[in-house]
């Protein structure tokens, strides 16, 4: 008792002290604390400047900036990342900051995302690098991929230009620099645009100095006489795209060379020499041109034949104004000359109308033979159901780059060039081809292509039909929900449009519809079978069982070599079992099928047209519904009979050929197609105005006569002048 008393008075004192001093401080946090932030610069670049509290910095080699602050606390506000100019050709602004960099406590890293801005500059030339002055042009286009567009003009066409280099955006581990890219959507020269779209990309990242390569020709003019083959005129009247005339004379030789002719459309016309009618002529690769005139002899020669028809028919109306041509036939007989005979000789001035006018058409057939080349006579085949081109419209300017060994003569072309779609179906249309099968599924940028092919198609009263793409790049199937919507979305948009009319509704043929059971396949087409045709791609007769509720099959069978393979047989099989139940069967048609750069191991050669034709055949016999022809740009699988570098278009040709097409398939391609402004040739104008000329007063002459005849009644041989009379009062 005595100890705890002895220990009281200790205690008291102590919690005495206790009360009386003043509490202690809490520790303060460390964002309060002075310290130093360390930033770090997406992308790396150097010189970058920094301030905050009055102190500066810039980023190192490796883009950080190590800078001191008195805290932590609301550096948001007190941050500044200023834009500069970190080289002679490169500008840096601030894009983003990775969450807040009040986190920068201590010894973490805040991320800061700069956009950048790179000064360059380009130069033009022609297909085999030799420089193209920069004033020929007059404007250019860029559009980058983030969707920029870009139009210089003028003067700007001669300066350096700012444009956007990278930006940053979330990843997965913080902030990533991405670098844009831009492509060349036009390059216009004389009105006509010179590259094809989007074919070109330049990365500014990578390059400044950008070589635009322009889209010149070498192309020989020459104009002959219409009837007869000989040298016509003193020289062409060229007028460009942009309205500009150009008057060139031809050379000792009878020809004008043009080394640089921008690509496109001109009106051409011969000077002297005769009557030229205005002629469109598209440029699209070395060629040579001719024109035709009809010269002075020409147009003597028919006014002649005219005159002499005309003439004629006057005397055999006019029995009285025979008479001196009687006394005349009289004196040539007492002479002993040739007899006049005005019928024969009105006859023969018609004949040689007659075989002058057939003789320009043949000569015109055996032009077009001998520019065909040499091939085996095939007998031409005219295709009673439409014929399809399986048609692509993925391609990019970085397509070309992966597994392909030829290309097309228009070409590295983009997808997105309404121009190339436009040629294209007009060289299908030359060769026979009634429509393409799209290759598609929805999305924006395949959503975009389709349109602008739907419009080019609507002008050229061309018809469409659909792939629908249901399987993804690795060649999974795509959700059943994914396609169905997509149906959907198609449905509404162009199931009422005439562009889809093959058939009674428009086609859509569903790619990878095997991949699914048969419950799910009808789950998924019924809605859409209410305004489209739904097929799909079986393989098998068993597939085709399996898939009753689909409104038919179009077999994708490239890789069969018909001169091998009993792909007949199996045609007729699949046709047979589609038919029973009352489908669409389309057949498949190739010239020849290659997949070993994409890693496959067969080849089917195309031994110069004969696997198409058999191929052909084997389809036609299977009693299609239309002809499947694949492809006309699959240049991964080499499938194609798009005119190409390598092929020039002989596989087009051969198609035409099957199909008894007339024109040369190449029409549209250049200037192998021939017209004036009528849209005949010079020489079928003016046959056509001599036989209106020669033929309507001939059938008037002769409906007067027979009018005349009947109304006159037959006289007995033996009455007598005075017996007649009667008659005629």
Known sequence: MSAARRLLPPLLLVLLVVLLTPAAATAAPRSALPGTLHLQMVPPIRGVPVAVDGNTGRSDAKGRVNIRVKNFLGLDNRLTVGSATVGVDRKVVLDRIRGSVDHGVRDRIVEVGLRTIRRVSWRYTDRF??????????????????????????????????????????????????RLYYVVDAVVVDGTSVVNRAGQKFVPWDRQAWVVQLLFFKVSFTASDMLFPRRAGSGIQLTRADGRVQRLGFGPDGTVLVPDL???TYTLTVRGGGLSFGRPVTISRDQEVTLTVISIVDLTLVAVGVLGVAVGLVLLGRPHLRRPFRALRRAARRDGRRRWRPRAAAGLVLVLLAVAAASLPAGRAQAASARSGPGPAATPTSSPVPVLAYYYIWFNPSSWNRAKSDYPVLGRYSSDDQEIMRRHVRMAKAAGITGFLVSWKHTEQLDERLA??????????????IVYQGIDFSRKPLPLATVRTDLALFAERYAA????????????????????????????????????????????????????????????????????????????????????????????????????????RREVPRRDGETLRASFAAARLSQPDALGVISWNEFTENTYVEPSEQWGSRYLEVLADLLGVAPHPDAQLDSSAEGDDWGLPAWAALILAVGAVVLVPLWLYRRRR??????????????TRSEEAPLHH
Do not use: C
Not at 453 to 464: D, G, K, N, T
Not at 513 to 522: F, K, M, P
Not at 576 to 598: E, K, M, N, Y
Not at 706 to 719: D, H, K, L
């Open 129 to 178: 690098g030799s420089p193209v002055p920069l004033e020929r042009a007059t404007a250019m286009r860029l559009r980058s991929n983030t969707g920029e567009i870009i139009e210089l003009t003028g003067d700007q066409l001669a300066k350096p230009l700012w444009v956007a280099e990278s930006r940053t955006q979330q990843g997965p581990r913080g902030l990533v620099s991405k």
């Open 262 to 264: 921008p690509r496109g």
């Open 452 to 465: 602008a092919l739907v419009e080019v198609a609507r002008a050229e009263s061309f018809r469409l039909g």
């Open 497 to 600: 449009d005439p562009v889809f009319g093959i058939f009674d509704q428009p086609v859509v043929i569903w790619n990878g519809s095997d991949r699914y059971s048969a419950t799910e396949v009808a789950d998924t087409v019924r809605q859409a079978q209410e305004k489209l045709q739904v097929l799909g791609t079986a393989k098998s007769v068993s597939v085709v069982n399996s898939q009753s509720t689909l409104d038919g099959q179009a077999y994708y069978w490239s890789s069969a070599d018909p001169l091998v393979d009993k792909s007949r047989d199996k045609l007729t099989a699949m046709s047979r079992a589609v038919h029973l139940r009352g489908g669409l069967w389309i057949a498949p048609v190739s010239p020849g099928f290659d997949a070993r750069q994409i890693g496959g």
């Open 706 to 719: 027979r009018a005349r005849a009947a109304a006159t009644p037959s006289t007995p041989s033996g009455a």
